[in-house]
């Protein structure tokens, strides 16, 4: 299903990876944890194999957001690196993502040492990524088949949590399952854009909230979806 993870596929894209990291940098990526992460990742291999493969793999280091299947998108990288370094994530923590797509945002914040929890509400996705992440070597996290709206109760609660679909409003239950002293990042919007959101909360029932740039995402949809 996937082609092979080689020695000579590392060579070839290790280049292309760090110069990756050097536009992150440019664009105002400081967290070097996030940057190590995502120079050692192969992006090329989470897209959607079946299609354009060719034409894909040339764009996996450059700056764009492409198909992954089940007509979703892997984010842009400085959307990646950009969330992860906001969810100010410290190794061992346990962090909850919504829309684990290909699971590309899944292995940096595996690799960057936290705990994961990750829903998708696309079974088809959800069981692709649910063999591919292994299949790669990043088998710790956890995937759910499920509505995101909803969070993990049965898990919470959680230091961090990631959004990666735009979300029409912050759905309470997310807020519900973030511990205190927590980071839920965000994007609002249900237009073609959407605006970051950086909700720290600082007791049982307040939050401090940062509002920063605008993003495009694919949406966060209600319940779960059957392809
Ligand atoms: N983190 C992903 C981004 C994928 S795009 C990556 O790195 O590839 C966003 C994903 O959110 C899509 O796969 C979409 O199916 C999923 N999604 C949308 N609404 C959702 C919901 N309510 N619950 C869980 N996943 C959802």
Redesign the pocket.
């Known amino acids: 299903m996937f082609y092979q993870v080689s020695k000579e596929d590392e060579y070839l894209f290790q280049g292309k990876r760090k110069r990756l990291v050097e536009q992150l940098r440019e664009k105002g990526i400081k967290n070097e944890t996030v940057l190590k992460a995502i120079g050692k990742i192969p992006r090329h291999l989470f897209f959607d194999t079946s299609t354009a493969r060719p034409a894909l793999l040339d764009h996996a280091y450059s700056d764009k957001a492409l198909q ?1 299947g ?1 007509g ?4 842009h990288p400085y959307t ?1 690196a950009f969330q992860t370094e906001k969810l100010e994530p410290v190794s061992g923590e346990k962090v909850l ?10 292995a940096v914040l595996i690799e960057m040492g936290l705990k994961v929890y990750s ?4 079974k088809s ?1 959800h069981d692709k990524t649910k063999l591919f992440l292994p299949y790669i070597g990043y088998k710790t996290a956890k995937l759910i088949y ?4 909803k969070g993990l109760p049965q898990f919470a609660p959680f230091d961090k949590i990631i959004v ?2 735009g979300a029409p409003y912050i759905p309470n239950d997310l807020l519900v399952q973030l511990k205190v002293g927590g980071v839920i990042v965000i994007p609002i919007g249900d237009g073609e854009n959407q605006e970051m959101n950086i909700l720290r909360k600082t007791s049982q029932s307040n939050f401090e909230k940062q509002v920063i740039g605008q993003f495009k ?6 319940n779960k979806s059957t392809i």
Do not use: M, N
């Open positions: 992954i089940a979703q998108t892997i984010s990646v993502e919504i829309g684990t797509g290909c699971g590309y945002q899944t829903i998708e509400r696309q996705l499920g509505d995101g709206y990666t679909a995402f694919v949406p966060l949809l209600q």
